[in-house]
């Protein structure tokens, strides 16, 4: 029997990705469509709403979301009470939120995920970050994203921070008399070093962890050119979701 999959922002770049990857999956069938902005009723026979409301007594089995950090926690919310296991690619979600969020999917019995990033080789950096930083706790976070961006950091590199803060044993980087001349020239701070963002047109989704130490240096970066190169990790996450019994935060829960 095929998953059936509601895609929220499927008008976006990421949800069109997905649509045409669900499409081309025959474990999957694209059941409906949700964007504000959609004019038509239906795309190739498959139902579009313009309000999530709309899609209460809808029957699907995931809800696959790439819309916009204002409206994903809500829409998530929805999703996990009205019996659809969330794949979530949006970010922008504060620490209670998905902590709400995981406890409501644990109540309701349902499976999902929130993922900063759906590229498995984006998902072995964090790894890879983590362990390099018990050894060169010296490091900085750089990313780059496109110019229509909206949060910053990026939730990729939150995550990544995360995972560095859990195994590095805390420093506070920098001159003890370190000044800015310019407001925002280190970047912003987390657990004792630095993250930075850089947004530019023609960029999709990279990151660099670069470690320094005395007489070396370690840098680490994951590059996404495309954005199919998220869609393996979003069909691996809406076919482990409906295995499972509660949320989880991060693609590499689901890896084994």
Known sequence: MSIK?????????????????VKNDS???????????ATEKEVDGV???TAKEELADFEADVWVDFTLPKVAYENTRFALENGFAPVVGTTGFTTEQIAELTDLSAQQG???LIAPNFAIGAILLMEFAAK????????????????????????????????????????KQGAADEEE???GA?????????????????????????FGAQ???????????????????VNLGIKEVVKRDRLVYGLENLLS
């Open 5 to 21: 999959v509601i895609i929220a922002g499927f008008k976006g770049k990421m949800g069109s990705t997905a649509v045409d990857m």
């Open 27 to 37: 474990q999957l069938e694209l059941a409906g469509l949700l964007d504000p902005f």
């Open 47 to 49: 139902p579009v709403f």
């Open 110 to 112: 349902l499976g999902g």
């Open 132 to 171: 390099a930083s018990k050894y060169f706790p010296d490091l900085e976070i750089i990313e780059l994203h496109h110019d229509k961006k909206k949060d910053a950091p990026s939730g990729t590199a939150i995550k990544t921070a995360e995972l560095i803060r859990e195994a590095r044993t805390y420093k």
């Open 181 to 183: 001349l310019i407001e």
């Open 186 to 210: 280190r970047g912003a701070e987390f657990d004792g070093f630095r993250i930075h963002s850089v947004r530019l047109p023609g960029l999709v989704a990279h990151q660099e962890v670069i």
């Open 215 to 233: 007489g070396e240096g370690l840098t680490l970066r994951h590059d996404s050119y495309d954005r199919s190169s998220f869609m393996s990790g």
